[in-house]
């Protein structure tokens, strides 16, 4: 064997073990590396059937965010059927929580800050018929006809401007939800919770006000989405 057949044999050799190494490490970072959520890229179309009825959503609004008075009564609770004995968190009536009234205090509030909260919950009363969703690793941009709204999923405050004013917006991964806040200051915060159902691959959306941090309100309000059927053809 030449002195040159030799060397070449040991150099084949350390390249061989180097590229082992890189893939065992690449294959070790890719395992680390956090996986990216189920994207929510298409456009939707909202369903009207599997989605809270208006009426549903007024009432349980006015009961999260107390604008139903300060003593909400029986005689009212029975009236306000919401239908909502698969969502509700409270007693066996649908109302509260465990070990608390049915009513709801109302704390006082800025003039701004019930503007501000209108603005917010009128949104949710009149949801958006069509909506178009653009997916990033940092990013979820979502537009309807009533404009367009870029989220940056990192966790941080961001200002969301309304008529009324403005108001603190964060947008974060939990799992594969996008979990976003509304904090509407002394009024409490609206969260909207995204999620595909895995069955069905539907888009839905649960909106919660919480009045007091760590408080949800009794009630989530359940938009569902279809996959917007392409023109001329089937979903």
Same mark, same amino acid.
């Given at each position: 064997?030449?002195?040159?057949?030799?060397?070449?044999?040991?150099?084949?050799?350390?390249?061989?073990?180097?590229?082992?190494?890189?893939?065992?490490?690449?294959?070790?970072?890719?395992?680390?590396?956090?996986?990216?959520?189920?994207?929510?890229?298409?456009?939707?179309?909202?369903?009207?059937?599997?989605?809270?009825?208006?009426?549903?959503?007024?009432?349980?609004?006015?009961?999260?965010?107390?604008? =139903?008075?300060? +003593?909400? /009564?029986?005689?009212?609770?029975?009236?306000?059927? *919401?239908? &909502?004995?698969? %969502? @509700?968190?409270?007693?066996?009536?649908?109302?509260?929580?465990?070990?608390?009234?049915?009513?709801?205090?109302?704390?006082?509030?800025?003039?701004?800050?019930?503007?501000?909260?209108?603005?917010?919950?009128?949104?949710?009363?009149?949801?958006?018929?069509?909506?178009?969703?653009?997916?990033?690793?940092?990013?979820?941009?979502?537009?309807?006809?009533?404009?367009?709204?870029?989220?940056?999923?990192?966790?941080?405050?961001?200002?969301?401007?309304?008529?009324? =004013?403005?108001? +603190?917006? /964060?947008?974060?991964?939990?799992?594969?939800?996008? *979990?976003? &806040?509304?904090? %509407? @200051?002394?009024?409490?915060?609206?969260?909207?919770?995204?999620?595909?159902?895995?069955?069905?691959?539907?888009?839905?959306?649960?909106?919660?006000?919480?009045?007091?941090?760590?408080?949800?309100?009794?009630?989530?309000?359940?938009?569902?989405?279809?996959?917007?059927?392409?023109?001329?053809?089937?979903?």
């Amino acid at each position: 064997m030449t002195p040159g057949t030799k060397t070449h044999r040991t150099a084949t050799a350390t390249a061989a073990v180097l590229v082992a190494v890189f893939g065992l490490a690449t294959m070790g970072a890719a395992r680390d590396r956090p996986r990216a959520p189920r994207s929510f890229q298409g456009s939707w179309t909202l369903d009207l059937y599997l989605s809270d009825h208006p009426e549903q959503v007024a009432r349980a609004l006015r009961l999260d965010t107390g604008e =139903g008075g300060d +003593d909400i /009564t029986g005689d009212m609770a029975e009236s306000a059927d *919401v239908g &909502r004995g698969n %969502v @509700g968190r409270g007693t066996s009536g649908g109302f509260g929580r465990p070990g608390t009234t049915r009513g709801v205090s109302r704390e006082a509030i800025s003039e701004n800050d019930r503007k501000l909260l209108a603005e917010l919950t009128d949104a949710v009363r009149f949801p958006p018929a069509a909506l178009t969703i653009v997916q990033t690793d940092t990013a979820v941009t979502m537009a309807t006809d009533a404009g367009m709204v870029t989220l940056q999923t990192n966790g941080k405050v961001e200002k969301h401007r309304l008529a009324a =004013g403005t108001v +603190d917006r /964060t947008a974060t991964w939990e799992g594969p939800q996008l *979990v976003v &806040r509304y904090d %509407v @200051g002394h009024a409490g915060t609206l969260t909207y919770t995204y999620l595909l159902a895995p069955t069905t691959g539907q888009l839905v959306v649960r909106i919660n006000f919480e009045r007091r941090r760590g408080e949800p309100g009794p009630f989530d309000i359940k938009l569902v989405y279809d996959p917007a059927a392409p023109a001329g053809g089937a979903p």
